[in-house]
């Protein structure tokens, strides 16, 4: 059967990668969660008490390759789950770059150009054979402009940060409801806000509003267009 890419960008905690991850295992597909890579660089940063406020004027500089350099960013597969977990520097990091203190650091990481040059190379090197599902914010726009199918996930907010509550509470993860509210609307503007491969829908793309569809209906929409181009 024809492989093809698949790219699905969106929100955050719309459900991307819960249904990127569903397609992928109906189709054995590769599936690659390009916001776990954001966020392992993230980790680097904080674990290695590197201010993120400083990243842009070090990439300013000039410097920042120094730090960057050191940084290798790779996917083991998990057997128990059969989906594949991001490693830094070699280390399973995919429980620590779930934490709050990630998420509120993450999308000043990924506004500085140099960090998504090195991200994006890396994410057009795995889908390079095709048979992909990558999520993100740019995959439909920058990473893989050609994708045979583009999605644009979006969900109500209040939606998502329920989902989200219950997804790190599942994982032993303790943060608030309202806290975590307040972070994703925060991603949401900060995404669609900055100047280096901002959020936005690519004009290819559909639109897919999964406030009232369950996981199941959420994959069915997406198979059904699917088969319309396998
Ligand atoms: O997908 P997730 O919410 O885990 O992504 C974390 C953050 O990583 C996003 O809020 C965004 O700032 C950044 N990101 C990005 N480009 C991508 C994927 C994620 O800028 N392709």
């Not at 789950?81 to 830094?88: A, F, K, W």
Request: one cysteine or more; proline letters at 2%.
């Amino acid at each position: 059967m024809k492989q093809i890419t698949i790219a699905i960008d969106g929100y955050s905690s719309c459900g991307k990668s819960t249904l990127a991850k569903a397609i992928a295992k109906e189709l054995n597909y590769i599936y690659v969660d390009s916001g776990a890579m954001y966020r392992a660089v993230t980790l680097y940063f904080l674990e290695n008490h590197i201010p993120i406020i400083d990243l842009q004027r070090a990439a300013d500089e000039g410097v920042l390759h120094h730090y960057i350099d050191k940084i290798n960013i790779s996917f083991e597969n998990n057997p128990t789950t059969g989906v594949s977990e991001v490693c830094l520097n070699g280390r399973n990091v995919e429980k620590e770059i779930r934490t709050m203190k990630v998420s509120e650091s993450v999308s000043m990481v990924s506004t500085v150009k140099e960090i998504r040059s090195k991200l994006v190379k890396i994410q057009q090197e795995i889908g390079k054979n095709k048979g992909v599902v990558m999520d993100g914010r740019d995959i439909g726009t920058v990473v893989f402009p050609d994708a045979e199918l583009k999605l644009y996930m979006t969900a109500d907010v209040n939606e998502r940060a329920k989902r989200r509550f219950a997804e790190l509470s599942h994982k032993g993860i303790t943060a608030s409801l309202e806290e975590i509210k307040i972070n994703i609307s925060q991603r949401d503007y900060d995404d669609t806000h900055r100047s280096e491969s901002p959020l936005i829908k690519a004009d290819d793309s559909i639109l897919l509003d999964n406030t009232n569809l369950n996981e199941q209906q959420s994959l069915e929409f997406v198979l059904d267009l699917i088969s319309k181009i396998i």
